[in-house]
């Protein structure tokens, strides 16, 4: 995710080190960007000057302390565990210029939490991205307890010059997106369970009735129903009944059915393609 992020920012005039423990993964990223930037240089969405101008900006370091000295904004996208991030941070602010923003890319950890081990907690908050960045137009800025207006302001001008939307949530479980899709997929698997239709049937309506480009189904199959299990189930603790799974669900993670990577989800795939007339009906549950 770091990859799409600091692709993101070097290609909007930003000068940009992409920190990692991992030089392997370092050297990934910089052939992941060059990559970017040669499609787009392809597909006429870039110019060549303006490609190698991105690149040029963009540093590597495997240090946390040397990368970020001096920085005006710093964006952690490490492994989502609380320790780690809370380690980076922290080494983060005592090197950036002491108004920089400190920012996480966290999906799901809480932002207070990350900010209450910083010195100055006012200015960090959540600027969660979608994948893959170079597509995806939604940031979601996530205000922290102690996250100030003017660190939001900040936060919403690094969204708009990277010609995003920026949305602003309070902290809360699953933040707008995460909450809303996993509200709709379980639904759907509600329906599909009560035999109210058949799944073709319910990803048609959303898709056709509401101009969803995908249908609730056919996503939860692309994310894995292992991965909305887990979110349902936090999402359950943390708001209550509304999100208790659905019985189908669990019985599909069991079953090892977990969509798209397993070949096998509401829907069968081979070589990656859905095969029309696969998916569940209520009849066989
Ligand atoms: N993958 C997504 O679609 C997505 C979407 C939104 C938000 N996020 C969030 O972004 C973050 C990263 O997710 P990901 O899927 O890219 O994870 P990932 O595991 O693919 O990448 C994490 C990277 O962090 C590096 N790292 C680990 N510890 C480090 C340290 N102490 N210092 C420097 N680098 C370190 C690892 O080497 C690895 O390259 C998570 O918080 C996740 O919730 C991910």
């Known amino acids: 995710m770091g990859v799409g992020i600091a692709h993101a920012f070097a290609s909007s005039g930003h000068s940009v080190c992409l920190i990692d423990v991992s030089g392997e993964q370092l050297a990934k990223a910089q052939t992941t960007i060059a990559g970017i930037l040669a499609d787009g240089v392809r597909l006429g ?27 005006d904004l710093l964006v952690e996208t490490v492994s989502e565990n609380l320790a780690i991030k809370i380690d980076v941070v922290k080494k983060a602010e005592a090197v950036m ?14 932002v207070t939490e ?25 940031v ?36 707008t997106t995460s909450r809303m899709s996993a509200m709709a997929g379980n639904e759907a698997m ?10 073709e049937d319910i990803d048609t309506a959303l898709r056709l009735g509401f101009n969803h480009p995908m249908g609730p189904l056919e996503l939860g199959d692309l994310t894995g129903w292992d991965t909305r299990l887990s979110v349902l189930h936090y999402l359950h603790a943390t708001l209550g009944d509304k999100f208790r799974p ?29 095969v029309p007339g696969s998916g569940l009906k209520g009849t066989n549950l």
């Open 45 to 71: 969405k870039v110019a060549q000057p303006a490609a190698d101008a991105a690149l040029a900006r963009l540093t590597t370091s495997e240090s946390v302390t040397a990368g970020a000295a001096g920085a």
């Open 114 to 138: 990350i900010a209450a081990a910083c010195v100055d907690p006012t200015r960090v908050i959540g600027m969660h991205f979608f994948n893959p960045v170079q597509k995806m137009k939604l």
């Open 140 to 175: 979601e800025l996530v205000r922290g307890l102690a996250t100030t207006d003017e660190a939001v302001a900040i936060g919403r001008d690094y969204v708009a010059q990277l010609g995003k939307t920026a949305i602003v949530v309070n902290e809360t479980p699953g933040l």
């Open 246 to 274: 659905c019985p189908l669900i669990i019985k599909m993670v069991k079953a090892g059915r977990h969509g798209r990577k397993t070949g096998w989800g509401v829907y069968k795939y081979e070589n990656g393609v859905k």
């Open 97 to 110: 210029a002491p108004t920089g923003l400190l920012a996480t890319n966290t999906s799901a950890l809480s």
């Open 190 to 199: 509600w329906m599909l369970q009560e035999g109210a239709a058949t799944a």
